[in-house]
């Protein structure tokens, strides 16, 4: 299972917003994140970089 921590600008502690997500998509401007519980969040945004082996995302706002 691959898990991913989502961080705002860049992947630096001070910047964590969601951990555990499983899943992710996109709507417009919006990103709905997904945890491993089942929590849907919606946060405003793009997505900047996805990390598969480090297991991150950087999302910037609009």
Aim: hydrophobic content about 40%; glycine content about 4%.
């Amino acid at each position: 299972m691959c898990l991913s921590n989502v961080y705002k600008n860049d992947a630096s502690a001070d910047n964590l917003l969601y951990r555990n997500i499983a899943d992710v998509r996109i709507d417009g401007t919006k990103i709905i994140l997904t945890d491993l519980m089942g929590i849907r969040s919606e946060i405003e945004g793009s997505i900047e970089k996805v990390d598969l082996m480090e297991n991150y995302i950087i999302v910037r706002d609009i």
